[in-house]
T-cell receptor, first 114, second 113 residues
């Protein structure tokens, strides 16, 4: 248990569906991240939020829409996804003050797009 | 952030020390070496980090060469639960407001009974 909780753990959705992934941390961290891990590929950083403000978007398609209502919660809204978007989506958090030593990861949401 | 090179896979016998190498020949003076691991289908887990000196904690030891161009992560007594992908990451610790981590392909350590 890392203190970062992701729900749901597994999700199957059709290409026309809209769904959301949720990430929650009560570690007092101010920075939160979304990563994508496709089969046999390294983790890819998608979005970075610091103090609720998005500070990085790594050319992620607009069918992925993040939301950070407060420092404890991070969402990833999904719509009109493609089968190649099937992957493990990981959320992480860290202190966010630039001097922290480690990031804490959730267990991930295994997404399958059919 | 500097690039790292790791072997794709390694085996280790249970109970023996696992020594995982990492090359980071372009590391700059203010970049730290971090190690994370990812057990199958779970989120990555922080292990240890260092700048110049060797470091040890309850999980592992980190040996950094004097020229800082390479390092070795040592798991002193590997168990089956240490089977995972181990990532060596080089980053500036105070390079920004966030702990943004860029992952490579890592080393798959298989601990054999």
């Amino acid at each position: 248990e890392t203190g970062v909780t992701q729900t749901p753990r597994h999700l199957v959705m059709g290409m026309t569906n809209k769904k959301s992934l949720k990430c929650e941390q009560h570690l007092g961290h101010n920075a939160m991240y979304w990563y994508k891990q496709s089969a046999k590929k390294p983790l890819e950083l998608m979005f970075v939020y610091n103090f609720k403000e998005q500070t990085e978007n790594n050319s992620v398609p607009s069918r992925f829409s993040p939301e950070c209502p407060n420092s404890s919660h991070l969402f990833l809204h999904l719509h009109t996804l493609q089968p190649e978007d099937s992957a493990l989506y990981l959320c992480a958090s860290s202190q966010g003050d630039g001097g922290d030593t480690e990031a804490f990861f959730g267990q991930g949401t295994r997404l399958t797009v059919v | 952030d500097a690039k790292t090179t790791q072997p794709p896979s390694m085996d280790c016998a249970e109970g023996r020390a696992a020594n995982l190498p990492c090359n980071h020949s372009t590391i700059s003076g203010n970049e730290y070496v971090y190690w994370y691991r990812q057990i199958h289908s779970q989120g990555p887990q922080y292990i240890i980090h260092g700048l110049k000196n060797n470091e040890t904690n309850e999980m592992a030891s980190l040996i950094i060469t004097e020229d800082r161009k390479s390092s070795t992560l040592i798991l002193p007594h590997a168990t089956l639960r240490d089977t995972a992908v181990y990532y060596c990451i080089v980053r500036i610790k105070d390079g920004g407001a966030t702990n943004k981590l860029i992952f490579g392909t890592g080393t798959l350590l298989a601990v054999q009974p």
